[in-house]
T-cell receptor, first 113, second 114 residues
Framework: AQSVTQLDSQVPVFEEAPVELRCNYS??????LFWYVQYPNQGLQLLLK??????LVKGINGFEAEFNKSQTSFHLRKPSVHISDTAEYFC???????????FGGGTRLMVKP | DVKVTQSSRYLVKRTGEKVFLECVQD?????MFWYRQDPGLGLRLIYF???????EKGDIPEGYSVSREKKERFSLILESASTNQTSMYLC?????????????FGAGTRLSVL
């Protein structure tokens, strides 16, 4: 069985401050890891993905994430957030045997002016 | 751009009604998925389909069925809607080997069962 845990359900932060959204996973096999973002009243869109290679992955809108195998983590970071980053963020994994994604519970990022 | 279209943004149904949620994708993707999204629970997979007329149960299939008669269309059916099926429903699709790492999502259908 595999699972994804997002440790914070809500993260309030002021505009231009740095932010880290935490994600831990559990799996007995190799995994691929993803972050998706959901803006209000929209579906999810892919922010970034880790498949192999460099453990630091850069995505859209200035976000990046670091895969840490020993800590089974894939935390999402941005050095300076904007009001427009207010959204819900989902961490997800897929194992190398299947097509299905397993999602975490989501983290609502609230950027305040 | 890949487009995944869900037929309704909002639906209100009564307990016991049969409900159809429709999803269409325009990129000839093999794989299509239905999720429900609930606060604090993230997205949970209900069913997915890897080809026409082929389907597999996800994590929470009880109370749901699906239909895929054409490659581009994947329907979710609530045979007898209940109040605990009030939720946001999201459809997604992925392509072949290179594309299957990216799921493309529709905008969602918010279903209320009264």
């Amino acid at each position: 069985a595999q699972s994804v845990t997002q440790l914070d359900s809500q993260v309030p932060v002021f505009e231009e401050a740095p932010v880290e959204l935490r994600c831990n996973y559990s799996s007995s096999v190799s995994v691929y890891l993803f972050w998706y973002v959901q803006y209000p009243n929209q579906g999810l869109q892919l922010l970034l993905k880790y498949l192999s290679g460099s453990t630091l992955v850069k995505g859209i809108n200035g976000f990046e994430a670091e895969f840490n195998k020993s800590q089974t983590s894939f935390h999402l970071r941005k050095p300076s957030v904007h009001i427009s980053d207010t959204a819900e963020y989902f961490c997800a994994l897929r194992n190398n045997a299947g097509n299905m994604l397993t999602f975490g519970g989501g983290t609502r990022l609230m950027v305040k002016p | 751009d890949v487009k995944v279209t869900q037929s309704s943004r909002y639906l209100v149904k009564r307990t016991g009604e049969k409900v159809f949620l429709e999803c269409v994708q325009d990129m000839d993707h093999e794989n299509m998925f239905w999720y429900r999204q609930d606060p604090g629970l993230g997205l949970r997979l209900i069913y997915f389909s890897y080809d026409v007329k082929m389907k597999e149960k996800g994590d929470i299939p009880e109370g749901y069925s699906v239909s895929r008669e054409k490659k581009e269309r994947f329907s979710l059916i609530l045979e007898s809607a209940s109040t605990n099926q009030t939720s946001m429903y999201l459809c997604a699709s992925t392509g072949g080997f290179e594309d299957k790492n990216i799921q493309y999502f529709g905008a969602g259908t918010r279903l209320s069962v009264l």
